[in-house]
């Protein structure tokens, strides 16, 4: 199954769970239920955009984007995060107000039931998700699966916080589990808002996925070929290196350009969905970066 079967996948489930918990929260009128349900509404708004956005990121090389669009799955975990944080301050709004003004709760465990079958759900998809994220390397996928993760645990949390109201009367506890969790999924949010943050600004590759390029390019070093000024970044699923091959002034033109393609076949090889870029050099010459006539 492909990454946006996966996705498609994800909004039927939670539209199937925005109904178990829609109906939890309905029989019991929990506040900690109604953050749960709340939380699966973004994750359909989430779900559907991560599909939005992998759709383009899957779109070829063009005139305006000749280096593709892979860069577009980063733009579905920023947003995803921001709609998880959104949902938890509304989630701490609706606690605070039942925190002032305590309800009794209703059928709670029909409301547990409903709730328990949403995380199984839940969590089924969102450990394959997970696999599937790592394989293709999807940030969007990945983003998606996480916030199902999250979901679980929220999930959880209001299980156990709703039996602790049953067993002790305490109906202050239904509110204050729906703050903790809000809170929870607040920091949830900021850590994807930061990933994809950073995604957008070039990160450098994995160190071990740096370590296997070093370890290929050890192959052809040799007192006659050199390697400098390796730089690495990745874009959504595609992932890219540039650096430059010193080689002896005399090689022919051909000589040097058959040596560079074998270098970029092996790189390839040994790194999934890697694109090397090599700029051949004399063994006598230097390339200069970082001049301070750059930055005027």
Same mark, same amino acid.
């Given at each position: 199954?492909?990454?946006?079967?996966?996705?498609?996948?994800?909004?039927?489930?939670?539209?199937?769970?925005? #109904?178990? $918990?829609?109906?939890? @929260?309905?029989?019991? =009128?929990? !506040?900690?239920?109604?953050?749960? %349900? +709340?939380?699966? /509404?973004?994750?359909?708004?989430?779900?559907?955009?991560?599909?939005?956005?992998?759709?383009?990121?899957?779109?070829?090389?063009?005139?305006?984007?000749?280096?593709?669009?892979?860069?577009?799955?980063?733009?579905?975990?920023?947003?995803?995060?921001?709609?998880?944080?959104?949902?938890?301050?509304?989630?701490?709004?609706?606690?605070?107000?039942?925190?002032?003004?305590?309800?009794?709760?209703?059928?709670?465990?029909?409301?547990?039931?409903?709730?328990?079958?949403?995380?199984?759900?839940?969590?089924?998809?969102?450990?394959?998700?997970?696999?599937?994220?790592?394989?293709?390397?999807?940030?969007?996928?990945?983003?998606?699966?996480?916030?199902?993760?999250?979901?679980?645990?929220?999930?959880?949390?209001?299980?156990?916080?709703?039996? #602790?109201? $049953?067993?002790?009367? @305490?109906?202050?506890? =239904?509110? !204050?589990?729906?703050?903790?969790? %809000? +809170?929870?999924? /607040?920091?949830?949010?900021?850590?994807?808002?930061?990933?994809?943050?950073?995604?957008?600004?070039?990160?450098?590759?994995?160190?071990?996925?740096?370590?296997?390029?070093?370890?290929?390019?050890?192959?052809?070093?040799?007192?006659?070929?050199?390697?400098?000024?390796?730089?690495?970044?990745?874009?959504?699923?595609?992932?890219?290196?540039?650096?430059?091959?010193?080689?002896?002034?005399?090689?022919?033109?051909?000589?040097?350009?058959?040596?560079?393609?074998?270098?970029?076949?092996?790189?390839?090889?040994?790194?999934?969905?890697?694109?090397?870029?090599?700029?051949?050099?004399?063994?006598?010459?230097?390339?200069?970066?970082?001049?301070?006539?750059?930055?005027?």
């Amino acid at each position: 199954m492909q990454v946006r079967s996966y996705l498609k996948l994800s909004i039927a489930v939670a539209l199937a769970t925005i #109904a178990l $918990k829609t109906g939890a @929260w309905w029989v019991t =009128d929990s !506040v900690s239920l109604l953050s749960d %349900a +709340l939380e699966s /509404l973004v994750n359909l708004a989430g779900a559907m955009f991560a599909l939005t956005m992998v759709t383009v990121a899957d779109q070829p090389p063009d005139a305006d984007h000749p280096y593709g669009h892979h860069k577009a799955e980063y733009f579905s975990s920023g947003f995803e995060g921001v709609l998880i944080m959104v949902a938890a301050l509304a989630i701490m709004w609706a606690a605070g107000h039942r925190l002032l003004d305590p309800q009794p709760l209703e059928d709670v465990g029909l409301g547990l039931a409903l709730s328990v079958a949403s995380s199984v759900l839940n969590g089924a998809l969102a450990f394959a998700m997970l696999r599937k994220a790592r394989e293709h390397r999807s940030m969007a996928l990945e983003a998606d699966a996480r916030h199902l993760i999250t979901d679980v645990w929220t999930s959880a949390g209001v299980v156990v916080g709703l039996l #602790a109201v $049953k067993f002790t009367g @305490w109906l202050w506890l =239904d509110p !204050v589990v729906a703050i903790l969790l %809000a +809170l929870n999924i /607040l920091r949830e949010g900021g850590s994807l808002v930061r990933r994809s943050a950073d995604g957008l600004m070039d990160r450098a590759l994995e160190p071990e996925v740096r370590a296997e390029i070093e370890k290929t390019l050890d192959v052809f070093r040799h007192q006659a070929i050199r390697f400098d000024h390796v730089s690495t970044r990745r874009a959504g699923q595609r992932r890219f290196v540039d650096l430059h091959m010193h080689m002896p002034s005399g090689w022919t033109l051909g000589r040097a350009a058959a040596l560079r393609t074998s270098v970029e076949q092996a790189l390839m090889s040994a790194v999934p969905g890697l694109r090397a870029s090599i700029q051949l050099l004399p063994m006598d010459v230097e390339a200069h970066f970082d001049d301070s006539r750059d930055l005027l």
